[in-house]
């Protein structure tokens, strides 16, 4: 199975940006990267995917290396309500199961 | 428009038992998949369901089997339950031939304790 590397935790303060990096050294061209997170007691929430071009919406930025071997999740006004574990997760387009490591726990703080 | 539900919130059984847990997909959407979520530990894929057939599996023993009905809801089945089946029993739903299936809706969970 596709494998990612991320810290297990962070901390940010209220405001700030969050730069939540991902290493993913094993990816292969036609492979995507998702971002998922979970707030506690609930299921994962979808936050962004790219392929190759940094991508941007309404809840996050998402920054792709050139050579696609690391990636870095950016919420850019960190809020307590962005408290959640976030999962960084790669796999072929013809796949269609998520496969999770254990994620980063981001700690929002005041 | 309702998301992706599931039922019970809640379930306590004993060693040895069977469960049923159950999955209504978010409208639209026509693809099921299961997880499980040991404390502390990320999702782990059970199985995915589409058009009532199973399509992709995880490394869950035989146990552990499904269903999808025609209007796209689904059912987990595990049987002869052992304490490690205790977890929290996530529900995805997403639309196969969509540009963008990978984006998985996720539902609450069904936290299943095994006492």
């Known amino acids: 199975d596709a494998k990612t590397t991320q810290p297990t935790s962070m901390d940010c303060a209220e405001g700030r940006a969050a730069n939540l990096p991902c290493n993913h050294s094993?990816?292969?061209?036609?492979?995507?990267v998702y971002w998922y997170r979970q707030i506690h007691s609930q299921g994962p929430q979808y936050i962004i995917h790219?392929?190759?071009n940094n991508e941007t919406n309404e809840m996050a930025s998402l920054i792709i290396t050139e050579d696609r071997k690391s990636s870095t999740l950016i919420l850019p006004h960190a809020t307590l309500r962005d408290t959640a574990v976030y999962y960084c997760?790669?796999?072929?387009?013809?796949?269609?199961?998520?496969?999770f490591g254990t994620g980063t726990r981001l700690q929002v703080t005041l | 428009d309702a998301g992706v539900t599931q039922s019970p919130t809640h379930l306590i059984k004993t060693r040895g038992q069977q469960v049923t847990l159950r999955c209504s997909p978010k409208?639209?959407?026509?693809?099921v998949s299961w997880y499980q979520q040991a404390l502390g530990q990320g999702p782990q894929f059970i199985f995915q369901?589409?058009?009532?057939?199973?399509?992709q599996r995880g490394n869950f023993p035989d146990r552990f089997s499904g269903h999808q009905f025609p209007n796209y809801s689904s059912e987990l089945n595990v049987n002869a339950l052992l304490l490690g089946d205790s977890a929290l029993y996530l529900c995805?739903?997403?639309?196969?031939?969509?540009?963008?299936?990978?984006?998985?809706?996720f539902g609450p969970g069904t936290r299943l304790t095994v006492l």
């Open positions: 369901y589409y058009e009532e057939e199973e399509r």
């Open positions: 995805a739903s997403s639309r196969l031939r969509s540009p963008n299936r990978n984006e998985q809706f």
């Open positions: 790219g392929l190759k």
């Open positions: 094993t990816i292969s061209g036609n492979e995507y």
């Open positions: 997760i790669f796999y072929t387009g013809t796949a269609s199961k998520l496969t």
């Open positions: 409208s639209g959407h026509d693809t």
